[in-house]
């Protein structure tokens, strides 16, 4: 049986790297599966026969199959910037609390919009985040709704040509507007958009059959982004496609999946669900920001996920498509569709689902598969943050709770801890008179163990409830739009970015900017010292190589930390420093010796006879 020490030393390692590395590939597993599953999926649907028509793919541009592409300014040049394509057709403003913008009323496209309430860095003064962008600008992003036909409909339907009239001067939270238009045959198009305080629109479309002959017409959706989108590449949050599709559940796609999925048509590649049951949704989320198309929960619909990458950057599209709608003469088509664009608070997201019965609409926001950990972590975060007004001092609240909660547990281990300490002197002396028989020393051991009521195990048992905590901190603060740039005190601006100070330059002193890997702030460097103490308070392993690993350990984290959100560092370091205080407190009562004192005088006595050498 191996010493105590060099249990110890397995268990730091192991859980070292759980912490730092494998979980961040949490999902490579689940994702794999996911994978299959989906293609087993595509097989199944590529032998069926489609029983609606398509909708417009991302080809078009979201517009009608066949439909001319938009002319945004003078002779088709594409205008040069976002303002001048925005200014190149006429627009109905959107005005709400939390965005600013407008709709294009040439297409009804709602593909301008400005979220007011977030800014591109921690700087007031910096630009506000945009969102949506039209046709002709650097990044087009929009939502486009509107009717498919089945066959030919008289008159023809409105495409992303059509110039619709509106009865409003602007689109607020407490003035909808109406659209209308009537083509050729007499058919009336009436649409009619609101919008609340925060992040959804709502789409009511109608058509009014004023021909003589029944028609067929299916609503649609969709919310089309063009050029590939920069992404973070983490496996701890998703970016790109998103939906919860009935029974098939949750589905994330990245862009390049879609990009690589089957051939739905020349050039255009992606993955179908169709007659979708039981509720959804469908969208293209990032970060901190979300466009979700919500049809009506109560009626069957197609879901699609979509690529055109022929010649260009690729366009991407997120479509559903209703059930059919068979309009009488005289008789009254309507569909009611909604739209999420903006940023994920989870208060808003949460609030949306139970409002509106929207398919598990909160998993717009990556909880992870540890959401049950992370989503009440957040919420306790949130609770103290309301109270005090800093996400920072909630961390450091939160740390106690916690603490508190897992007290007994913790005692337990160091009061089982300073027991071993205790009786470390007969361990060695078992070990020395069984030197060469394993089994009696382990079995001496063990009798040892039994006799003082001593757990070997139980040092383990603080580090293995910091893990869960660890990683629920982590994706709070990286995936919840609330801790973006959510101040703490002094220099530390944004608790979901590093901190931002470093040691090589003497923390700002110096006039010049450190390498990433040398950026190692105040934060790290506290962490890296309420780590040595903790461990130095313990007596120091016999093996050499042991003691090395556990004197460089504490620098080694303080590296691999100083990159992380300085929230999760500052969570560490209060953390460690509420250990070192219980546990010299345990050693104490049950009368072991803290060596930290004597375990630093070595460790500089053995520098200085280094140096004298």
Request: with cysteine; proline share 8%.
């Amino acid at each position: 049986m191996r010493d105590e020490d060099s249990r110890n030393l397995i268990l730091a390692i192991v859980l070292s790297v759980i912490v730092f590395v494998a979980w961040t590939y949490f999902y490579a597993a689940p994702q794999a599966q996911r994978e299959a599953e989906l293609a087993a999926q595509r097989a199944e649907l590529s032998a069926q026969e489609a029983p609606q028509p398509n909708l417009p793919l991302p080809t078009d541009g979201g517009l009608a199959p066949g439909a001319p592409a938009p002319s945004l300014s003078p002779g088709g040049v594409p205008a040069a910037t976002r303002e001048a394509a925005v200014a190149a057709a006429p627009r109905l403003p959107i005005s709400t609390p939390s965005k600013e913008g407008s709709i294009n009323l040439r297409g009804a496209r709602i593909d301008d919009l400005i979220l007011k309430d977030y800014r591109e860095t921690p700087d007031p003064s910096s630009a506000p985040i945009v969102l949506l962008s039209p046709t002709g600008s650097a990044n087009p992003y929009y939502a486009e709704f509107g009717w498919i036909g089945s066959g030919e409909v008289p008159g023809g339907l409105p495409d992303a040509q059509t110039v619709w009239e509106t009865d409003a001067q602007a689109l607020t939270p407490t003035s909808p507007a109406t659209l209308t238009w009537t083509n050729e045959a007499g058919i009336v198009f009436e649409r009619i958009v609101s919008v609340d305080e925060d992040a959804l629109f709502t789409i009511e479309d109608r058509a009014l059959n004023a021909t003589g002959e029944p028609i067929t017409l299916f609503p649609y959706g969709l919310v089309s982004r063009h050029g590939m989108p920069d992404v973070l590449g983490y496996f701890v949050i998703h970016e790109g496609f998103i939906g919860v599709l009935g029974d098939a559940g949750l589905q994330e796609w990245s862009y390049d999946n879609v990009l690589d999925a089957d051939r739905l048509r020349q050039g255009v590649s992606g993955e179908v669900w169709r007659d979708v049951v039981g509720g959804g949704w469908v969208g293209i989320t990032d970060k901190y920001w979300a466009t979700a198309i919500v049809p009506d929960q109560d009626s069957a619909f197609t879901g699609r996920y979509t690529a055109e990458s022929a010649g260009g950057p690729p366009v991407f599209q997120a479509d559903s498509l209703g059930a059919a709608r068979i309009v009488a003469p005289g008789e009254t088509a309507t569909s009611t569709k909604r739209l999420f664009a903006g940023a994920k608070q989870v208060d808003v997201v949460d609030g949306y689902a139970d409002t509106f019965g929207i398919r598990q609409f909160d998993l717009l926001i990556d909880w992870g598969w540890f959401y049950f950990i992370t989503k009440p972590m957040f919420y306790a975060l949130d609770f103290f943050f309301k109270m005090f007004g800093n996400f920072g001092v909630a961390i450091l609240i939160v740390t106690v709770l916690l603490k508190i909660l897992f007290l007994p547990l913790a005692n337990k281990s160091y009061a089982s801890m300073a027991k071993m300490k205790a009786v470390q002197p007969e361990m060695m002396a078992i070990r020395e008179r069984y030197g060469d028989d394993r089994m009696k020393q382990q079995q001496e051991l063990m009798d040892l163990y039994k006799r003082e009521k001593i757990n070997p195990i139980a040092g383990c048992w603080p580090v293995l409830i910091q893990i869960p905590v660890f990683f629920a901190l982590y994706k709070v603060l990286f995936v919840t739009i609330e801790m973006r740039h959510a101040p703490f005190f002094g220099w530390v601006q944004d608790l979901a970015a590093p901190d931002p100070t470093s040691l090589f330059n003497l923390f700002g002193l110096l006039p010049f900017s450190t390498p990433a890997l040398l950026t190692v702030g105040v934060w790290p460097i506290l962490m890296g010292l309420t780590m040595f103490v903790q461990m130095k308070m313990n007596p120091e392993p016999p093996d050499p190589i042991q003691k090395a690993v556990f004197t460089w350990m504490p620098v080694i984290f303080t590296f691999m930390l100083a990159s992380f959100p300085a929230g999760l560092v500052i969570y560490w370091a209060w953390n460690n420093f509420l250990s070192v205080l219980q546990q010299g407190f345990i050693m104490r009562r049950h009368g072991v010796k803290i060596e930290l004192w004597d375990n630093i005088k070595k460790m500089l006595g053995g520098g200085r006879a280094a140096a004298k050498g």
